[in-house]
């Protein structure tokens, strides 16, 4: 088939060589007579002693027939003349598209005046677009047409070009004993294109005037529905006006939406509200109120503008005919309260452009709201629009550059001088001038590596373990505690410290840089790539003062270890771990009725987790962990799991990262994540990371990997063999006390939050580094700035765990501030009678954030003891909210409780409020509206 089809192609290309570039139908009618007969006796055909039309007819159709062989004859023929048949250009192209029309008409049955109308339709057509089934559709639409116009001609009307017909009929108007009458336009479809060929003239004409006497009806009726409206009672318009109106309607008139005259929408609109202008449109109204706007707050910066409202006539005059009130008032107030948000929002973005061009220089927000005000108010009294014109937009700029142009030469010596501090790694001298050695950990999850890392320090006369989390530290501690040495714990909010001791577990944030010892273990180090907390494993890695730096992480890091390592110019030795316990992928999504011992199903957030929790309640006992939980409650959680008293451990991805847990299967229950900007796919790390938590070596001689939905099933067994990206600088560092106390003499402030913004936009350093990302820092900084404290102790508050988008805590830090302000004493109130157990989700939720005000407040008595005396309350409260927490998580059912009335939700319920207020609100509503 294949062979044959190419050479049809190459037939086809000597045919066009021959025909001058045309194809055969059209080349083979400039052949001569004489080769034409020739050629029929070669190819033996019966037409040869026909017509030259017979005997083209029958070599196309020939031709058309596909036969090789044919085809054959034909080519080498024509080739064997030894000359080209091309179109004869001094003679048009029309005798070959009228020969060609003849021949199609002959076959088909059609009159001389058709005949005249398809070549007048043809003359412009190429001749190869002429063809039997285009011919045939413009006959059968002349046909068509002819139809139609002894139709129109009998039914004195007109087909448009959809096929509707329209016409004009009288109807009698009787309304206030006033009769009159209005020819109108109608228009019906009687029938569609098709049925006009199928059907006779009569039963064309029976169905048109069936559908005449239909679409007349209807405008009776409706006609007679709208005189029913328009003879009540009417607020806007008297009984001769609404006499006028209908006698000024349009031939072509939607009687529910009729016109009221512009001279009566005038008076009505003008009488009735504070409008001051009227812009009438073809389908709408523009509508113009006066009204007054005071800019950033000040009376004195007053403008006046005109407020514009368009609205559609068809809507006016529905509300008018209908004795409907307006509601222009409510509608003008909307659209104030709108283009005066754009407004501000204007505005503000201009006053933040100004800010953000003098940032960092002595220039009060006031000083610019007063430049941009004069400027504005010019612009908008001239145009009368509340908005800020282009032209006004760059002058203030180009004004304000001007005005800044020498503060911005001061700064730019600042930032000059601040770049003179540009070695980070010499910020730690005491590391520098150890000689030491790094080792790199590197293997998954559950290879040993940790432990490996753990024996050498136990093995050291002194150590340092740094923990990513302060759960870890304190695991760490007792690792050290139990294997006979004598340790100190040093978190944020715990300090158990043995002044005989010569090992330390601490989180990695409180790092020692001015103790040296001979080991130290960095746990986790592929944490550096995180954009809030890198920061820390960055400064521990460059500063540890170690004469042996162990290391231990994912295979990720590797890259970032060893630049870091060339950079210090130390020794790396690369350990690889391999995984102690295989892991098996599930093939089939886990039912939640189907679970094992030893489960972890891993959710994403708080809300999953306590969702899943409340639906296994009732056939498994249950643990929970999540990140919002404080140490002790998620550590209590894990031993009732290590222990066996839970079957079943529902957690967040918190598991990932230091919890020791005798799972043997872990199940996804989602495959994303918010991860505080956007909710997005975990990655292939992220899922190894979780999933390595399965098969703990030495309980279980294989961990198993699953979901309980196939769609993330899929997700995870696509990612979970997917090789991470590789680490790259630059890495984060963050700044010391000594830092900031050097910058603040550099651009002579006592503002940490100017001092902090410094130092993320301006500090530049030596090596793959950047300034940390520190806007938890920053917020915390600008409210610390408030109060009169000194720049140390404004640096430590700014260092607090104070979780930012809490009312409730900010509220508590600010009550500190105060009182640290007035140098007075802080006392710790222990929490009110609490219930058994947590009611609701937010209850829970509540004592959570009790949790982290007193973390909060141990944090700051380790670095204020003259000011927060009352640590032996807060340890107190600690108990008794964990102990409350910790009975609630066994016990309670956490339904989310309704936003307005506070009772609790069914589960999995997917709004906010229930039933019940909803059905309230909706009523509300819908009196509001009438």
């Known amino acids: 088939m294949a062979k044959k089809k190419k050479k049809l192609i190459k037939y086809n290309q000597t045919i066009r060589k021959i025909f001058g570039g045309e194809g055969f139908d059209e080349g083979i009618t400039r052949v001569p007579l004489d080769n034409l007969i020739e050629m029929a006796m070669i190819l033996s055909l019966k037409e040869q002693h026909l017509t030259k039309a017979d005997l083209v007819r029958a070599f196309r159709r020939l031709w058309s027939n596909g036969d090789t062989a044919d085809r054959a004859l034909i080519t080498e023929y024509l080739k064997s003349l030894d000359t080209t048949f091309k179109a004869d250009k001094t003679v048009t192209s029309n005798e070959a598209r009228l020969e060609k029309i003849d021949e199609i008409l002959a076959q088909i049955e059609h009159t001389p005046g058709e005949e005249v109308a398809i070549k007048e339709q043809f003359e412009e057509v190429k001749l190869k677009k002429i063809t039997p089934q285009r011919i045939a559709r413009a006959l059968m639409r002349l046909r068509n047409a002819q139809k139609r116009g002894t139709l129109e001609e009998r039914f004195d009307g007109a087909f448009d070009d959809d096929g509707n017909f329209v016409f004009f009929h009288s109807f009698a108007f009787e309304i206030f004993e006033e009769q009159f009458h209005k020819i109108l336009q109608l228009s019906c479809r009687p029938f569609e294109d098709e049925e006009i060929l199928k059907l006779s003239e009569d039963a064309l004409g029976r169905k048109l005037e069936k559908c005449k006497e239909e679409a007349i009806q209807k405008k009776r009726e409706e006609i007679g529905h709208f005189l029913e409206i328009a003879s009540k009672p009417n607020r806007y318009l008297d009984k001769e006006k609404i006499i006028h109106a209908l006698k000024r309607i349009p031939e072509q008139c939607d009687f529910a939406f009729v016109p009221v005259p512009e001279e009566y929408l005038r008076e009505i609109l003008l009488e009735m509200f504070k409008i001051s202008d009227i812009e009438f449109l073809s389908d709408a109204l523009r509508l113009f109120e006066k009204k007054e706007k005071i800019l950033f707050g000040n009376p004195e910066w007053k403008v006046s503008y005109r407020l514009m409202l368009e609205v559609e006539k068809r809507w006016i005059y529905q509300a008018v005919w209908e004795n409907e009130p307006l509601p222009i008032d409510e509608d003008f107030e909307t659209r104030r309260v709108e283009v005066e948000a754009q407004f501000d929002a204007e505005l503000t973005a201009l006053k933040d452009a100004l800010l953000h061009e003098a940032e960092g220089l002595e220039m009060r927000a006031e000083e610019i709201e007063t430049i941009i005000a004069h400027a504005v108010i010019d612009a908008i009294a001239q145009k009368e629009i509340l908005e800020i014109p282009y032209k006004t937009l760059k002058t203030i700029n180009r004004h304000f550059a001007r005005q800044i142009e020498g503060l911005k030469l001061k700064k730019q010596r600042e930032e000059l001088l601040a770049r003179t501090i540009r070695d980070f790694k010499n910020l730690f001298p005491l590391a520098r001038e150890m000689d030491r050695k790094l080792i790199f950990h590197l293997g998954p999850t559950n290879s040993g590596k940790t432990y490996a890392a753990m024996q050498k320090l136990k093995e050291a006369d002194t150590g340092y373990y740094l ?103 130390e020794e790396l030795e690369v350990v690889r771990f391999e995984r102690k316990a295989p892991l098996i992928l599930n093939h089939h999504p886990t039912s939640l009725k189907k679970l094992e011992p030893s489960t972890a199903i891993v959710a994403f957030s708080r809300r999953d987790v306590l969702a899943l929790k409340e639906q296994l309640s009732g056939r498994y006992d249950v643990s929970v962990v999540y990140g919002n939980l404080s140490p002790e409650v998620r550590r209590e959680e894990a031993r009732r799991f290590r222990e066996g008293e839970s079957q079943i451990l529902v957690a967040t991805d918190a598991i990932a990262m230091g919890l020791n847990l005798p799972i043997q299967t872990i199940l996804f229950a989602r495959d994303s994540k918010f991860d505080g900007q956007s909710r997005r796919l975990l990655t292939p790390s992220e899922i190894r990371q979780i999933a390595g938590r399965a098969g703990r070596y030495g309980l279980h001689e294989e961990g198993y990997v699953g979901a309980l939905t196939g769609p993330v099933l899929n997700t995870v067994t696509e990612l979970i063999d997917e090789p991470s990206p590789p680490i790259h600088g630059p890495y984060r560092v963050m700044a010391n006390f000594e830092h900031i106390d050097l910058i603040a003499k550099i651009v002579e402030t006592e503002s940490l939050s100017e001092i902090l913004g410094f130092f993320v936009k301006h500090m530049q350093f030596d090596g793959p580094f950047v300034a940390a990302n520190i806007e938890n820092m920053l917020e915390i900084a600008k409210m610390v700035d408030l109060y009169n404290l000194d720049l140390k102790t404004k640096y430590h508050l700014a260092c607090a765990p104070l979780s930012i988008g809490s009312p409730y805590l900010e509220s508590v830090f600010h009550r500190y501030l105060i009182a640290l302000e007035r140098q007075e004493p802080i006392p710790f109130q222990l929490p009110d009678q609490l219930p058994p157990v947590a009611q609701t989700s937010d209850m829970l939720f509540e004592a959570e954030e009790m949790v982290k005000e007193v973390s909060l407040y141990l944090w700051l008595s380790y670095r204020f003891p003259e000011s927060f005396v009352d640590t032996e309350n807060a340890l107190r409260a ?45 009523q509300i509503r819908r009196y509001a509206k009438k």
């Open 467 to 569: 923990a990513p989390l302060r759960l870890l530290a304190l695991e760490g501690y007792e690792t050290l505690k139990n294997a006979g040495l004598q340790a100190s714990l040093v978190t944020g909010e715990e300090q158990l410290i043995d002044e005989e001791a010569a090992h330390i577990s601490s989180t990695i944030e409180m790092a020692n840089f001015q103790v040296d010892v001979d080991v130290c273990v960095i746990d986790e180090v592929q944490m550096i790539a995180d954009p809030d907390r890198g920061w820390a494993w960055a400064n521990a890695i460059i500063g540890i003062p170690a004469h042996t730096v162990i290391m231990t992480g994912s295979e990720d890091a590797l890259e970032a270890v060893q630049e870091l390592a060339d950079w210090l110019d």
């Open 878 to 922: 600690r108990e008794i909210l964990n102990a409350f927490i910790e009975r609630s998580l066994r016990k309670g059912v956490f339904a989310r409780a309704c936003k307005r009335c506070g009772k609790p939700l069914p589960p999995n319920f997917r709004f906010g409020i229930c039933q019940e207020c909803f059905r309230g609100g909706r």
